[in-house]
């Protein structure tokens, strides 16, 4: 697991370009390597959950600071949300027609 640790803090790299994660990041950096650990053969569900979380709290944790230090925070409390809502309209859980409807101004 090692390994694909190291793969996926690589890509949140490159997705950040070196820059510091801000809260707005979370959903698309999170999306993003959850599709990279889908191709990770022979991982449970959670194994592949932790590397994704592990992979965001390290970046963030190279940018040291007292404002950093709540972002980590604020990480560590929405990224399992996240990952979980994104596993469940990954599965067909959510129906995005009726939420069109409702939010059309935003479609």
């Known amino acids: 697991m090692a390994e694909h640790a190291k793969d996926m803090l ?7 370009k070196g820059q510091e994660m801000k809260p707005a990041d979370v959903l698309k ?3 993003s390597l959850m599709e990279l650990v889908a191709n ?3 991982l449970t569900g959670e194994q592949k959950k932790q590397l994704v979380e592990d992979a965001v709290k390290s970046y963030v944790a190279q940018f040291e600071g007292e404002e950093d230090s709540a972002l980590a925070t604020i990480f560590a409390q929405v990224l399992p949300t996240a990952i979980d809502l994104l596993v469940d309209a990954a599965k067909g859980k959510y129906k995005y027609k009726y939420v069109k409807k409702i939010f059309r101004c935003c479609f």
């Open 40 to 42: 990770f053969k022979g």
């Open 29 to 31: 950096v999170t999306s």
């Open 10 to 16: 690589d890509h949140v790299k490159i997705m950040m």
